[in-house]
């Protein structure tokens, strides 16, 4: 191996450490620092001195924080589930049916997307009270929906596309349904693409703040981010640091495992439709 190529990889490993590093660093300094109480919150220490427990204690003996997490888990796999059956009728269509304004309607969709949230929540809100859904679940569910959906509906359109037009046809010749179709034929292919647009749809389900706080007033239907976010401490001045940590990486630790369990179809449906040599 020639010095230069030995510098290369030298460098490609030390760029890849540094991203880890990065990445990962934030999440270890919250978990080290939900392990610490006291006066020990205030004073920098890279390594755990200790395996306090107080701060989950606290967190987890409240039942509110509780309730949270229920309501979080109900609303995203809700939302889940709602942009999955959306986005394979739409993509069904979209990928197999020929008509005109197609291309167009697909670029609409996926241009949605790019609005901030910011920008659309006074109209939501609206939405939200007319159709008397305020301080439920399914305001959320809807407001999630309506931003998961076309980065579903593009995922899945563009890995519906590749798939061979002779598995479509023979399911026809045979009298199938598109219903039939679509789920006797397509869903079962369509698994990495549908993991990984759910996954995501979860986390964003999952970590969402904004539409949270603003559709919700009581403290039985708040999500996990706005339960994190309105801990208060012994005082108005005090910012309970270690319960928020601790909630943190409790709410953390599961999109993890699960991004870990389905990394390698996560990476299979990102990279659906892509150019194969």
């Known amino acids: 191996m020639t010095r230069h190529k030995l510098l290369k990889r030298i460098g490609f490993y030390a760029l890849v450490a540094v991203i880890v590093v990065f990445s990962v660093f934030p999440f270890y300094y919250a978990v080290v620092t939900s392990f610490a ?131 479509e046809e023979a399911a026809i010749v045979d009298g199938a349904s598109p219903w039939i179709i679509i789920t006797r034929v397509f869903l079962p292919l369509l698994w990495p693409a549908m993991v990984t647009t759910g996954l995501l749809a979860f986390i964003g389900a999952w970590n969402e703040f904004l539409f949270a706080l603003t559709f919700t007033s009581t403290e039985s239907m708040r999500t996990v981010p706005v339960a994190i976010g309105l801990l208060s401490g012994a005082s108005e001045q005090e910012i309970p640091w270690g319960p928020i940590m601790a909630a943190s990486v409790i709410v953390t630790v599961p999109l993890i495992v699960l991004v870990l369990i389905f990394q390698r179809k996560i990476v299979a449906g990102l990279t659906a439709g892509g150019v194969k040599g």
């Open 37 to 167: 109480s006291g006066t020990a919150l205030f004073r920098v220490n890279y390594l755990p001195s200790g395996f306090d427990l107080r701060n989950y204690q606290a967190v987890l003996g409240s039942k509110n924080f509780l309730y949270s997490i229920g309501n979080s888990l109900i609303i995203a796999t809700l939302t889940v589930g709602l942009s999955l059956f959306l986005g394979v009728t739409a993509s069904y269509a979209l990928a197999r049916v020929r008509f005109r304004g197609r291309g167009l309607l697909l670029m609409t969709i996926l241009a949605v997307s790019m609005f901030p949230q910011i920008a659309v929540l006074a109209g939501l809100f609206e939405l939200v009270r007319f159709l008397g859904i305020f301080n439920t679940h399914w305001a959320m569910i809807l407001s999630y929906t309506i931003f998961t959906l076309p980065f579903t509906v593009w995922v899945l359109t563009t890995f519906m596309r590749d798939l061979p037009v002779e598995i």
